[in-house]
C-alpha cells in the first residue's frame, strides 16, 4: 500500500502559486506570519501546501486594511475555537472601525481647512480683479500660514 504524502513546495513555487515574491515569503516567516518552512538536506525551504492558502489569507486580510502585525495576531490563533477566535477578529475590527472613525474626523477637519484656505485665495483674486491694489499684494493663506509659524516661534 502506497503512503499518501501531502504535496509540498519550494519557495519558488510558493512564490508562483501565491503571487507573494520570495522576498516576501521570507519576510512573512520572519514576523511569524508563515511557520517555519522545513529545509531539504540542500538547505531549500519546502513549505506544505497549505502555505498558499494561508498566503491568500494575509493577502485579503491586507486588501481590508490590516496591518501584518494584527494578521499575524490572526494566524496565531488558528487553533483557538471558533467563538474565541471571533472574539478576537471582534476586538480587533472594533479598534480598527474606531481608529478609521478617528481618521475620518481628521480628514474633514483638514477639507475644512483647505476649503477655508479656497476661499480666502478666491476672494483675494475677486478682489484684485476688481482693481483692490491691497489685495493683488497679499495671499491670505501665505500670510495666515506665515503669522502661525511666527507665532509659534515667538512662543518657542
Given at each position: 500500500?502506497?503512503?499518501?504524502?501531502?504535496?509540498?513546495?519550494?519557495?519558488?513555487?510558493?512564490?508562483?502559486?501565491?503571487?507573494?515574491?520570495?522576498?516576501?515569503?521570507?519576510?512573512y516567516e520572519?514576523?511569524?506570519?508563515?511557520?517555519v518552512p522545513h529545509r531539504t538536506s540542500g538547505?531549500?525551504?519546502v513549505y506544505?501546501?497549505?502555505a498558499v492558502e494561508r498566503l491568500r489569507f494575509i493577502k485579503r486580510a491586507q486588501i481590508v486594511g490590516l496591518t501584518l502585525q494584527e494578521i499575524a495576531a490572526l494566524v496565531t490563533h488558528r487553533s483557538d475555537s471558533g467563538l474565541r477566535r471571533c472574539r478576537?477578529?471582534?476586538d480587533l475590527l472594533r479598534l480598527k472601525v474606531a481608529d478609521?472613525?478617528?481618521?475620518?474626523?481628521?480628514?474633514?477637519?483638514?477639507?475644512?481647512?483647505?476649503?477655508?484656505?479656497l476661499d480666502q485665495c478666491e476672494r483675494t483674486?475677486?478682489?484684485?480683479g476688481k482693481g483692490n491694489a491691497e489685495a493683488a499684494a497679499h495671499c491670505p493663506v501665505i500670510?495666515?500660514?506665515t503669522d502661525h509659524g511666527n507665532r509659534r516661534a515667538q512662543n518657542a
Open positions: 500500500m502506497a503512503v499518501k504524502t501531502r504535496p509540498t513546495f519550494r519557495i519558488g513555487e510558493l512564490a508562483s502559486r501565491s503571487g507573494v515574491t520570495r522576498d516576501a515569503l521570507r519576510f520572519r514576523r511569524g506570519l508563515l511557520p538547505g531549500f525551504r506544505p501546501a497549505d478576537q477578529v471582534r478609521l472613525d478617528t481618521k475620518l474626523s481628521e480628514l474633514q477637519a483638514f477639507r475644512t481647512t483647505l476649503s477655508d484656505y483674486i475677486a478682489g484684485a500670510d495666515t500660514l
